[in-house]
Nanobody
Framework: QVQLVESGGGLVQAGGSLRLSCTPSGRTFSTSAMGWFRQAPGKEREFVAAINWSGSSTDYADSVKGRFTISRDNAKNTLYLQMNSLKPEDTAVYFC??????????????????WGQGTQVTVSS
């Protein structure tokens, strides 16, 4: 069974940084589109960032542009989200996702096939 496992979440003060990681088990996603999404309490899950299979193309939500960086290391089969200048409004559960059979950028969460369980990020003011 394919699973995506996120790690790296935690509690950080506003202005701080965290790096999230996502590692699949059960198969490799080195040729798949991947992305990060988040869900804050009482809100719908929303797009954060996406990356194509090679890492050469990325896309970001306006709310995180210039602060977050999505990247991947296909040799390690790992997806990353570097989060800098964190704000209290970034507090959410962060999920990674993968879409099989597609190498481009995917921002629509309904298009993704595999999801992780999420990792909590809490930013204190």
């Amino acid at each position: 069974q394919v699973q995506l496992v996120e790690s790296g979440g935690g509690l950080v003060q506003a202005g701080g940084s965290l790096r999230l990681s996502c590692t699949p088990s059960g198969r490799t996603f080195s040729t798949s589109a991947m992305g990060w999404f988040r869900q804050a309490p009482g809100k719908e899950r929303e797009f954060v960032a996406a990356i194509n299979w090679s890492g050469s193309s990325t896309d970001y939500a306006d709310s995180v542009k210039g602060r977050f960086t999505i990247s991947r290391d296909n040799a390690k089969n790992t997806l990353y989200l570097q989060m800098n200048s964190l704000k209290p409004e970034d507090t959410a559960v962060y999920f990674c996702a993968a879409k099989r059979g597609w190498r481009g950028i995917v921002v629509d969460q309904k298009s993704y096939d595999y999801w992780g369980q999420g990792t909590q990020v809490t930013v204190s003011s």
